[in-house]
């Protein structure tokens, strides 16, 4: 089975190999057919600490790493200015 991936922006990488990923989607209302955006924080493992706040990642689902931690960082997709 595929693992899931997700794309999101950094929001907090001060903890260490730990950075905190916002993910947004969006979706139509299906009664008044308006768009929604929904947020959700995702805390993923980030072993050699090289994503920044700002950054645009993509990060997997995996085993977890401890209580919070079910998502590792697959790759840095853009950097922040």
Do not use: Q
């Amino acid at each position: 089975m595929p693992k899931r991936v997700m794309i999101g922006k950094v929001k907090s990488n001060k903890a260490d190999k730990t950075i905190t990923v916002v993910v947004e989607r969006k979706k139509n209302h299906p009664l008044y057919k308006k768009v929604i955006s929904f947020r959700k924080n995702f805390a993923a493992h980030d072993e050699s600490n090289e994503a920044n706040i700002g950054d645009t990642v993509a990060i997997e689902e995996c085993a977890p790493k401890s209580k919070t931690k079910t998502w590792i960082l697959k790759e840095v997709v853009e950097r922040a200015l």
